[in-house]
């Protein structure tokens, strides 16, 4: 086992729900092993300001159910360049941290493994991004709420689309990944799912809307995530109105809406776990990897086989998209 005695801990990039329940397990795992804990606010930027202070058992407490992040996050452009990282070593170096929990995204970890190319503090990454987005790991720490909170605002639309007779397009978070607009369109019964991994040939689209009209079909949902190559809903809006201007058409973005609430069981269990996993792959001498859990076990993959470039999205899921949608 390590003899590390001082670790720190810290969010980073976009917030997710159940970075506060991960938080907590990795204080209090440490605490359990007699190791000392630094909490590090605002991710890099934090580190290269000195932004570093002592946490206790006491300090996550009341905080598992809560969304964001206690340690608060930001993107952080300097610590990209070599006097970012150096300001940011000599933190570490102040504080005696001898070890790191990464807990973000994509980018967290490619900020790490550039950073272990300088200075050898070992790290051990957590996943947490609402987009799933990452090989490694079946699921990340904040998908399943996001995912349930675009479940509900969806079947509330379906509701008024009823209603009205109207066709509603809805746009989710994804800008480079499209499982929140395939998991929570397969769930709402959605007619059409637009994803990024995927070309959108929007004539395809528009003669579907077509044939359910001519079967007499009032009610249409279509899900988009942000970042598909067609644009997001506002102009899939446009068009869809172009062709069919006697349509009552209706757009919403939900936005940072997925992003923020309590954190469904399924991610503080996640997050409890990981954070758990984390502490003792540190003791254990593990460096540069991401705890993540596959088939309800835990795994350690290197930061560079986790990035998003190695995810790809289930082929069976989406055929299952024009099937279900008949």
Partial sequence: MSTIRKIGVMTSGGDSPGMNAAIRAVVRTATYHGIEVHGIRRGYQGMIDGDIYKMEAKDVSNIIQRGGTILKTARSKEFMTDEGMQKAYDNLQKHGIEGLVLIGGDGTFKGAVAFFKKYTIPAVGL???????LAGTDFTIGFDTAVNTAVDAIDKIRDTAEAHDRLFIVEVMGRDAGYIALHSGLACGA???LLPETVTNINDVLDRIDMDERRKKTVHILVVAE????????????????RFPMLDIRSAILGHIQRGGSPTCADRILASRLGYAAVDA?????????????????????????????????????????????
């Fill in 191 to 193: 007619e059409d799912i």
């Fill in 282 to 326: 540190l003791c254990a001498g593990q460096t540069q990897v991401m705890a993540g859990i596959i088939n309800g076990e835990i795994v350690y993959t290197p930061f560079e086989k986790a990035i998003k470039e190695n995810v790809c999205l289930s082929k069976d899921m989406i055929d299952m998209i024009r099937v279900l949608a008949v």
């Fill in 227 to 242: 970042g598909d190559d067609f644009g997001g809903a506002k102009e899939l809006q446009a068009k869809v109105q172009e």
């Fill in 127 to 133: 996943p947490g991004t609402i987009d799933k987005d």
